[in-house]
């Protein structure tokens, strides 16, 4: 069982309020090196702010997170990126007026000092996995919606992360798109860590190894998709009492 | 619209901007010689709008007090040659350094702020420095100003009130800028400006301390000001406080967006272009402003990325 062993990435009690409102409540989570995690809740239950909080984009009201046995609470974003996290955002986030491969670029270059050879090498195999290496030189804000939602993963991989988190990664892909994007999440677990925020139950159950439901800023359930499916209080969540 | 990774196309705009600075050199020797002052004079405060642009062309941040900086290099030069009797040689390298102080000091206070609340913030601080200027009057002598004299005007033998000189030294001031532009531009730090003009938060979120290189960029961008503020002062003898007024932390603005924010020679064109508009409509007309003015509205309509931008775009998409 993981746990035996420390968690690769932990979060200890942390809530985040918002003036008067809580949006996140005291969660404890812990997550395993190499697990690929999925985070799901109804719209509003503080995934987005509590994965906010882990990669630093959000600072936490209280509590701490652990990452690689360290205590990266007051660490700023840019220097737990640089510890191996990465992070997409849930509204596409990319340079629109710079060409696919100067985004990659970006995402990449500073790994490899002055190994142009090695940013080259790296930019075409992180676009390769994404099915867009033939459309290296094209402006990103040109491609669409959803080549631009793989761009952003592209980059994400390309930092070759302990820890990569996706907010709401298939949000605009079409049914094509998504099967390759499972297959993607697969083969990328067993080399690192993935958080998946995602709305879409099919690619949650395909691809996690374990799921944690946040409701009302809280923790409602944590288990295997089969545990999860099963459960009757994560039914209510989503359904609602009366049709339960 | 952004410059891509490469040797060829980093190495045909660098070949295009010397081919620039030798046009400049050439037409010394045939311009008239009212056109050649003007030109040593455009090329300094092309220098102050290169350093503008450094800030707001390539990353993004729109100061409207950037005539402190020009103003600290401008009195950082000619206080200690007045009142210390310095050399221009030392007075240049403290001229240099208040730009450096005053830039490291206000960006790391103003850049507390972002959006419109730095073009405030940045206002009041050139505000205040204009007052200060105004206050120590005794030594500044306020609006009035003072002048440097000719005989003190001499650096490494040359007389720098000859127009010769003046206007070589102009040129080299204003290549070492260009190829400053164009450097930082095509390095790596350049890049990530950029990236943080066009997307802040993403940048951040790839690993880069952003608050770090906006910073850096106030402080290149202020002492580039300050260095064309010095300049200023040593090869045209004066020093007003006129230069650390607000009418002078739009010029560059003005200058920038009419040349091309992001692009290294838009700058220069950018203050060719309204320098001679003001001056040829002022030769028929007491409403130049008016003229300048609707000229100024007409471009911002039709030509949004500016002269050099627009160029770029239609013609040649490889210039830095």
């Not at chain 1, 080549?147 to 298939?170: K, V």
């Amino acid at each position: 069982m993981a746990v035996m062993t420390t968690p690769h990435i932990s979060a200890d009690g942390i809530s985040r309020h918002f003036g008067g409102l809580i949006a996140v409540d005291q969660v404890d989570f812990a997550v395993p090196r190499g697990e690929i995690r999925a985070i799901i809740g109804p719209n509003g239950a503080g995934k987005s702010t509590f994965v906010g909080m882990l990669c630093g984009r959000i600072p936490v009201s209280a509590g701490r997170i652990m990452f690689d046995g360290k205590d990266v609470t007051a660490l700023p974003a840019h220097k737990r990126i640089r510890q191996g996290i990465a992070y997409t955002f849930q509204i596409t986030s990319i340079y629109g007026r710079l060409s696919l491969q100067d985004n990659v670029r970006l995402a990449t270059s500073w790994r490899w000092g002055n190994d142009e050879r090695a940013i080259q090498n790296t930019i075409e195999e992180s676009l390769e996995k994404v099915g867009l290496a033939d459309r290296m030189d094209q402006m990103a804000g040109d491609l669409s919606y959803g080549h631009q939602r793989l761009l952003e993963i592209a980059m994400g991989i390309s930092q070759h992360p302990q820890l990569l988190i996706l907010d709401e990664p298939t949000q605009g892909l079409a049914d094509s798109e998504i099967a390759g994007f499972v297959k993607l999440i697969r083969e990328l677990g067993g080399d690192m860590t993935i958080l998946l925020i995602e709305h879409n139950m099919n690619v949650v159950m395909d691809t996690a190894d374990q799921i944690t439901v946040l409701n009302l800023g809280k923790v409602l359930a944590t288990g295997t998709p089969a545990d999860i499916r099963a459960n009757r209080e994560v039914q209510i969540a989503y359904l609602g009492e009366t049709h339960a | 619209m952004i410059e891509k990774a490469g040797m060829t196309d980093a190495r045909k705009s660098l070949y295009f901007h010397l081919g620039l600075i030798g046009a400049l050199f050439i037409l010394q020797f045939i311009l008239p010689a009212y056109h050649h002052g003007n030109l040593a004079r455009i090329m300094v405060l092309a220098c102050y709008a290169m350093g503008y642009n450094i800030l707001f062309g390539y990353t993004g941040l729109l100061s409207l007090g950037h005539a402190m900086f020009f103003a600290a290099g401008m009195y950082g030069m000619g206080l200690p040659m007045v009142h210390l009797g310095w050399t221009p040689e030392p007075a240049l390298i403290s001229a240099i350094a208040a730009g450096v102080v005053v830039s490291a000091g206000i960006g790391f206070l103003a850049l507390r702020t972002s959006g419109v609340s730095f073009m405030i913030v940045t206002l009041m601080f050139a505000q205040a420095g204009f007052l200060t200027i105004l206050y120590f009057g005794e030594w500044t002598r306020g609006d009035e100003g003072f002048v440097i004299k000719q005989a003190e005007r001499v650096m490494a033998g040359f007389d720098l009130s000859q127009p010769v000189n003046r206007y070589n030294a102009a040129l080299i001031l204003f290549s070492i800028c260009l190829l400053l532009t164009i450097r930082l531009v095509h390095s790596r730090f350049g890049r990530v400006m950029i990236a943080i003009r066009e997307n802040e938060e993403r940048t951040h979120m790839l690993g880069y301390d952003v608050h770090f290189h906006k910073w850096m960029a106030v402080i290149m961008s202020g002492t580039m000001a300050a260095l064309a503020g010095a300049a200023y002062a040593l090869l045209f003898g004066y020093a007003g406080a006129t230069f650390a007024s607000v009418q002078y932390s739009i010029f560059p603005l003005l200058w920038v967006l009419l040349g091309g924010a992001g692009t290294a020679l838009g700058p220069f064109v950018g203050t060719l272009f309204m320098f001679y508009l003001i001056d040829l409509s002022s030769s028929f007309t007491t409403a130049y402003m008016l003229i300048a003015g609707l000229a100024l509205v007409l471009l911002t309509l039709f030509l949004p990325q500016g002269l050099v931008g627009e160029f770029r775009r239609k013609v040649v998409p490889w210039l830095s």
